[in-house]
Protein backbone atom coordinates (compact mmCIF):
# COMPACT_ATOMS: atom_id res chain seq x y z
CA UNK A 1 0.00 0.00 0.00
CA UNK A 2 1.45 3.65 -0.57
CA UNK A 3 2.06 5.88 2.06
CA UNK A 4 -0.75 7.08 3.37
CA UNK A 5 -1.31 10.96 2.77
CA UNK A 6 -3.22 11.63 5.76
CA UNK A 7 -4.49 9.69 9.22
CA UNK A 8 -8.31 9.20 7.76
CA UNK A 9 -6.35 7.03 5.29
CA UNK A 10 -5.74 5.07 8.13
CA UNK A 11 -8.71 5.31 10.42
CA UNK A 12 -10.34 3.69 7.67
CA UNK A 13 -8.73 0.63 8.10
CA UNK A 14 -9.59 0.36 11.63
CA UNK A 15 -12.55 -1.08 13.22
CA UNK A 16 -13.75 2.04 14.71
CA UNK A 17 -14.96 0.69 17.90
CA UNK A 18 -12.65 2.75 20.37
CA UNK A 19 -12.15 -0.33 22.07
CA UNK A 20 -9.03 1.13 23.55
CA UNK A 21 -7.33 -1.96 23.62
CA UNK A 22 -4.19 -0.12 21.91
CA UNK A 23 -3.85 2.57 24.82
CA UNK A 24 -5.58 5.34 22.72
CA UNK A 25 -8.73 7.10 23.77
CA UNK A 26 -9.88 6.40 19.98
CA UNK A 27 -9.53 4.79 16.85
CA UNK A 28 -9.08 8.06 14.78
CA UNK A 29 -6.27 9.29 18.15
CA UNK A 30 -4.17 5.43 17.28
CA UNK A 31 -4.64 6.44 13.54
CA UNK A 32 -3.08 10.10 14.06
CA UNK A 33 -0.31 8.51 15.88
CA UNK A 34 0.86 5.83 13.20
CA UNK A 35 0.37 8.40 10.49
CA UNK A 36 2.95 10.70 12.96
CA UNK A 37 5.47 7.38 13.45
CA UNK A 38 4.66 7.39 16.99
CA UNK A 39 2.68 4.13 16.73
CA UNK A 40 2.81 1.26 14.25
CA UNK A 41 -0.56 0.11 12.41
CA UNK A 42 0.58 -3.86 14.34
CA UNK A 43 -0.72 -2.06 17.71
CA UNK A 44 -4.00 -2.27 16.68
CA UNK A 45 -5.12 -5.55 18.09
CA UNK A 46 -8.16 -5.78 16.46
CA UNK A 47 -6.60 -6.22 12.64
CA UNK A 48 -5.78 -8.49 11.12
CA UNK A 49 -2.65 -10.11 9.64
CA UNK A 50 -3.38 -9.31 5.94
CA UNK A 51 -4.62 -5.41 6.38
CA UNK A 52 -1.55 -4.74 8.40
CA UNK A 53 0.92 -6.72 5.94
CA UNK A 54 -0.61 -4.88 3.03
CA UNK A 55 0.13 -1.13 5.03
CA UNK A 56 3.04 -1.91 5.98
CA UNK A 57 4.39 -3.30 2.69
CA UNK A 58 8.03 -3.42 2.71
CA UNK A 59 8.62 -0.76 5.12
CA UNK A 60 10.52 -2.49 7.83
CA UNK A 61 9.91 0.45 10.48
CA UNK A 62 6.26 -1.05 10.11
CA UNK A 63 7.09 -4.43 10.18
CA UNK A 64 9.05 -3.78 13.42
CA UNK A 65 6.04 -3.44 15.72
CA UNK A 66 8.07 -1.27 18.63
CA UNK A 67 7.02 2.17 19.45
CA UNK A 68 10.62 3.47 18.80
CA UNK A 69 11.67 2.92 14.77
CA UNK A 70 15.37 3.58 13.61
CA UNK A 71 14.66 7.25 13.36
CA UNK A 72 14.36 7.43 16.87
CA UNK A 73 17.01 5.03 17.72
CA UNK A 74 19.20 7.81 15.82
CA UNK A 75 18.09 10.50 17.77
CA UNK A 76 18.91 8.57 20.80
CA UNK A 77 22.59 8.35 19.51
CA UNK A 78 23.32 11.98 19.00
CA UNK A 79 22.19 12.44 22.40
CA UNK A 80 24.54 10.04 23.84
CA UNK A 81 27.30 11.77 22.10
CA UNK A 82 26.15 15.10 23.54
CA UNK A 83 25.85 13.48 27.13
CA UNK A 84 28.56 13.23 29.88
CA UNK A 85 29.02 9.82 29.77
CA UNK A 86 31.11 9.91 33.10
CA UNK A 87 28.76 11.56 34.69
CA UNK A 88 25.52 9.24 33.18
CA UNK A 89 27.84 6.06 34.53
CA UNK A 90 27.82 7.36 37.56
CA UNK A 91 24.37 8.07 38.00
CA UNK A 92 23.20 4.36 36.21
CA UNK A 93 26.21 3.16 38.10
CA UNK A 94 27.48 1.70 34.91
CA UNK A 95 31.63 1.19 33.95
CA UNK A 96 33.32 4.04 32.24
CA UNK A 97 36.54 3.68 30.83
CA UNK A 98 38.24 5.77 27.76
CA UNK A 99 35.38 7.12 26.17
CA UNK A 100 32.99 4.64 26.52
CA UNK A 101 29.97 3.45 28.90
CA UNK A 102 29.58 -0.06 29.14
CA UNK A 103 27.07 -2.23 31.30
CA UNK A 104 25.16 -5.57 31.13
CA UNK A 105 22.15 -6.49 28.87
CA UNK A 106 21.36 -10.10 29.33
CA UNK A 107 24.73 -10.72 31.27
CA UNK A 108 27.10 -9.45 28.65
CA UNK A 109 28.45 -5.91 28.04
CA UNK A 110 26.35 -3.32 25.94
CA UNK A 111 28.78 -0.13 25.43
CA UNK A 112 27.79 3.32 23.93
CA UNK A 113 30.84 5.86 23.38
CA UNK A 114 31.35 9.75 23.28
CA UNK A 115 30.40 9.67 19.92
CA UNK A 116 27.12 7.71 20.27
CA UNK A 117 28.54 4.46 18.50
CA UNK A 118 26.91 1.12 19.89
CA UNK A 119 29.15 -1.68 21.00
CA UNK A 120 28.07 -4.80 22.38
CA UNK A 121 28.61 -8.52 22.57
CA UNK A 122 25.17 -9.62 21.90
CA UNK A 123 23.39 -8.82 18.41
CA UNK A 124 22.56 -4.70 18.56
CA UNK A 125 18.21 -4.83 17.76
CA UNK A 126 16.33 -1.73 18.14
CA UNK A 127 14.29 -3.49 20.76
CA UNK A 128 17.39 -3.43 23.23
CA UNK A 129 19.38 -0.86 22.03
CA UNK A 130 16.44 1.84 22.48
CA UNK A 131 15.82 1.11 26.25
CA UNK A 132 19.71 0.68 26.50
CA UNK A 133 19.91 4.42 25.51
CA UNK A 134 16.81 5.52 27.38
CA UNK A 135 18.22 3.61 30.37
CA UNK A 136 21.56 5.35 30.33
CA UNK A 137 20.38 9.08 28.87
CA UNK A 138 17.35 9.09 31.41
CA UNK A 139 17.10 6.97 34.12
CA UNK A 140 16.97 7.59 37.86
CA UNK A 141 19.67 4.88 38.61
CA UNK A 142 17.10 4.01 41.64
CA UNK A 143 18.47 0.41 43.45
CA UNK A 144 16.08 -1.87 42.40
CA UNK A 145 13.68 -2.72 45.38
CA UNK A 146 12.63 -6.09 45.69
CA UNK A 147 8.33 -5.65 45.18
CA UNK A 148 7.22 -7.28 42.39
CA UNK A 149 4.29 -5.84 40.46
CA UNK A 150 2.80 -6.60 37.03
CA UNK A 151 3.51 -4.29 33.57
CA UNK A 152 -0.45 -2.90 34.66
CA UNK A 153 0.74 -1.95 37.51
CA UNK A 154 3.80 0.96 36.29
CA UNK A 155 3.39 4.25 35.50
CA UNK A 156 1.88 4.39 31.85
CA UNK A 157 0.81 0.49 31.72
CA UNK A 158 -2.45 0.10 32.65
CA UNK A 159 -3.48 1.60 29.12
CA UNK A 160 -0.81 -0.66 27.46
CA UNK A 161 -1.79 -3.45 29.34
CA UNK A 162 -3.79 -5.64 27.14
CA UNK A 163 -1.31 -4.74 24.34
CA UNK A 164 1.73 -6.82 25.83
CA UNK A 165 -0.23 -9.34 27.84
CA UNK A 166 -0.76 -10.30 23.92
CA UNK A 167 2.54 -9.49 22.69
CA UNK A 168 4.64 -10.91 25.36
CA UNK A 169 2.66 -13.00 28.11
CA UNK A 170 0.52 -14.94 25.81
CA UNK A 171 3.64 -14.88 23.37
CA UNK A 172 5.85 -16.65 25.95
CA UNK A 173 3.23 -18.73 27.15
CA UNK A 174 3.01 -20.30 23.76
CA UNK A 175 6.62 -21.27 23.62
CA UNK A 176 6.66 -21.86 27.07
CA UNK A 177 3.77 -24.95 26.74
CA UNK A 178 5.62 -25.97 23.68
CA UNK A 179 9.80 -25.97 24.12
CA UNK A 180 10.04 -27.26 27.62
CA UNK A 181 13.70 -26.08 27.54
CA UNK A 182 13.23 -22.20 27.53
CA UNK A 183 13.85 -21.54 31.21
CA UNK A 184 17.18 -23.62 30.74
CA UNK A 185 17.91 -21.27 28.27
CA UNK A 186 17.08 -18.14 29.89
CA UNK A 187 19.05 -19.10 32.81
CA UNK A 188 22.36 -20.03 30.49
CA UNK A 189 22.13 -18.34 27.44
CA UNK A 190 20.92 -14.82 29.34
CA UNK A 191 22.17 -15.05 32.96
CA UNK A 192 18.72 -15.73 34.05
CA UNK A 193 18.79 -16.99 37.70
CA UNK A 194 15.82 -19.68 38.86
CA UNK A 195 14.60 -17.91 42.04
CA UNK A 196 12.16 -19.30 44.70
CA UNK A 197 8.53 -19.90 43.39
CA UNK A 198 6.75 -16.75 43.36
CA UNK A 199 3.22 -16.13 43.49
CA UNK A 200 2.68 -20.19 43.70
CA UNK A 201 4.20 -20.44 40.14
CA UNK A 202 5.62 -23.67 39.48
CA UNK A 203 8.62 -21.96 37.89
CA UNK A 204 10.36 -18.17 38.31
CA UNK A 205 13.28 -17.34 36.51
CA UNK A 206 14.70 -13.46 37.00
CA UNK A 207 16.23 -12.24 33.81
CA UNK A 208 18.18 -8.47 33.78
CA UNK A 209 17.84 -6.84 30.54
CA UNK A 210 19.31 -3.59 32.29
CA UNK A 211 20.71 -4.17 35.15
CA UNK A 212 18.67 -2.08 37.45
CA UNK A 213 15.45 -3.62 35.33
CA UNK A 214 14.88 -7.13 36.28
CA UNK A 215 11.81 -9.32 35.31
CA UNK A 216 10.31 -12.33 36.69
CA UNK A 217 8.83 -14.57 34.48
CA UNK A 218 6.61 -17.15 36.51
CA UNK A 219 4.80 -19.99 34.65
CA UNK A 220 1.82 -22.13 35.82
CA UNK A 221 1.81 -25.39 34.64
CA UNK A 222 -1.22 -26.83 33.72
CA UNK A 223 -3.38 -29.30 36.08
CA UNK A 224 -7.03 -30.62 36.34
CA UNK A 225 -8.14 -29.63 33.30
CA UNK A 226 -6.68 -26.00 34.14
CA UNK A 227 -4.69 -24.30 31.16
CA UNK A 228 -1.32 -23.38 32.13
CA UNK A 229 -0.56 -19.15 32.70
CA UNK A 230 2.22 -17.22 32.32
CA UNK A 231 2.69 -13.94 33.93
CA UNK A 232 6.11 -11.13 33.74
CA UNK A 233 6.63 -8.90 36.61
CA UNK A 234 9.07 -6.54 37.30
CA UNK A 235 11.15 -4.36 39.84
CA UNK A 236 8.18 -1.74 41.13
CA UNK A 237 11.14 1.12 40.87
CA UNK A 238 11.42 -0.25 36.57
CA UNK A 239 9.28 2.97 35.37
CA UNK A 240 11.50 5.60 37.31
CA UNK A 241 14.50 3.73 35.89
CA UNK A 242 13.32 3.41 32.28
CA UNK A 243 10.30 4.84 30.29
CA UNK A 244 7.43 2.66 29.97
CA UNK A 245 7.47 1.95 26.46
CA UNK A 246 11.54 0.84 26.69
CA UNK A 247 9.59 -1.53 29.28
CA UNK A 248 7.29 -2.51 27.10
CA UNK A 249 9.82 -3.09 24.02
CA UNK A 250 12.04 -5.13 26.10
CA UNK A 251 9.11 -7.53 27.29
CA UNK A 252 8.29 -8.42 23.90
CA UNK A 253 11.25 -8.32 22.12
CA UNK A 254 12.15 -11.04 24.46
CA UNK A 255 9.21 -13.22 23.51
CA UNK A 256 9.91 -12.40 20.14
CA UNK A 257 13.65 -14.03 21.25
CA UNK A 258 12.47 -16.76 22.85
CA UNK A 259 10.03 -17.23 19.85
CA UNK A 260 12.88 -18.08 17.41
CA UNK A 261 14.64 -19.86 19.61
CA UNK A 262 11.82 -22.30 20.02
CA UNK A 263 12.13 -22.48 16.21
CA UNK A 264 15.37 -23.53 15.50
CA UNK A 265 14.70 -26.19 17.82
CA UNK A 266 11.97 -26.96 15.57
CA UNK A 267 8.85 -26.06 17.17
CA UNK A 268 6.79 -23.51 14.31
CA UNK A 269 3.79 -24.36 16.27
CA UNK A 270 5.30 -22.17 19.51
CA UNK A 271 5.44 -18.80 17.28
CA UNK A 272 2.35 -19.40 15.08
CA UNK A 273 -1.06 -17.26 16.49
S1 LIG B 1 -7.38 -1.16 19.48
FE1 LIG B 1 -7.88 -0.76 17.33
S2 LIG B 1 -10.12 -0.78 17.32
FE2 LIG B 1 -9.52 -0.49 19.46
S3 LIG B 1 -9.39 1.75 19.77
FE3 LIG B 1 -7.36 1.09 19.18
S4 LIG B 1 -7.36 1.38 16.98
FE4 LIG B 1 -9.49 1.36 17.57
Known sequence: MPRPKHAMEIFELLEKSNC??????????????VFQGRRKIAECPKLDRQVIERFSGDDQSQNNGFQEGRDYLEELKRAAAATDLAAAAKRVDAKFSGDKLTLKVLG?????????????????NPWVAVPFLNYVLYGKGLPVSGSWVSFRELNGGQERYALFQKRCEQSMKRVADIYTDLFNDMVHLFSGKQ????????????????????????????EAGIESSLNVFFDETADKNLDVGSVFSLGVGLAQMFGKIALRHGYPEAVST
Not at 20 to 33: I, Q
Request: aromatic share 8%; proline share 7%; charged share 20%.
Open 195 to 222: VEKQFESDISVVLHPLPAVPLMICYWLP
Open 108 to 124: KDFSVDARGNLSADIHI
Open 20 to 33: RECGEKTCLAFAGA
